[in-house]
């Protein structure tokens, strides 16, 4: 069965660069869901997207942005780079009011920042 | 708001013996409940979830919980572990408000299996 993509799998930025990162939800599914887990920590909610809309939003700073575009795929983008922000970042797909939109989630992508 | 406790931040045990992993929320409302696995370096699998009816749930790998309104609990545990069962098992929440909610977890608990 399909899974969630994440591009890219990993990356590498010096302080105060830009990254942008990618999530391609499983067919069908068009709710999106972004999730931060630093070292050794549980995942945080950082924002969520329902058919092109933000649906929700968490402890996401206001140097990071998301959207979601009309294939449902969702970038998020994030300026600024400081150390603190080295994590992986998961993304998770549901399919609204199906199977209770259980998420599933994308292998995560690991950025570094130097 | 919803907020999960995992009791055991780490359970070590040796293989072929039973485990539980401990897990319990607390919401304002009424919830779903799951238990995701993380194998070291890798993403978050969904091992099983409560989402209503019967109170005990089974899950891949032999894994099993059960739902505990009363306590608000919801355990999971394996009668018998092996090697590749070690892993970090996050508990999750979310609320049963309709849609696009985001999932509440715990801190983990890294359970290691021995020879």
């Known amino acids: 069965a399909a899974g969630v993509i994440q591009s890219p799998r990993h990356l590498i930025k010096e302080k105060r660069e830009t990254a942008t990162l990618k999530c391609y939800p499983i067919?069908?599914?068009?709710?999106v869901y972004w999730y931060q887990q630093g070292p050794g920590q549980d995942p945080q909610f950082l924002i969520s997207?329902?058919?092109?809309?933000?649906?929700d939003k968490g402890s996401i700073p206001d140097r990071f942005s998301a959207q979601q575009f009309s294939d449902y795929h969702s970038e998020l983008n994030m300026s600024s780079l400081e150390l603190g922000d080295s994590a992986l970042y998961f993304c998770?797909?549901?399919?609204?009011?199906?199977?209770?939109?259980?998420?599933?989630f994308g292998p995560g992508t690991r950025l570094t920042v130097l | 708001a919803q907020s999960v406790t995992q009791l055991d931040s780490q359970v070590p045990v040796f293989e072929e013996a039973p485990v539980e992993l401990r897990c319990n929320y607390s919401s304002s409302v009424s919830v779903y409940l799951f238990w995701y696995v993380q194998y070291p370096n890798q993403g978050l699998q969904l091992l099983l979830k409560y989402l209503s009816g019967s109170t005990l749930v089974k899950g891949i790998n032999g894994f099993e919980a059960e739902f505990n309104k009363s306590q608000t609990s919801f355990h999971l545990r394996k009668p018998s572990v092996h090697i590749s069962d070690t892993a970090e098992y996050f508990c999750?929440?979310?609320?049963?408000?309709?849609?696009?909610?985001?999932?509440?977890f715990g801190k983990g608990t890294k359970l290691t299996v021995n020879p």
């Open positions: 999750a929440v979310t609320g049963l408000l309709g849609g696009s909610e985001k999932l509440v």
């Open positions: 998770a797909s549901s399919e609204f009011g199906v199977n209770t939109d259980t998420q599933y």
């Open positions: 997207f329902y058919e092109k809309m933000q649906s």
């Open positions: 067919p069908r599914h068009d709710t």
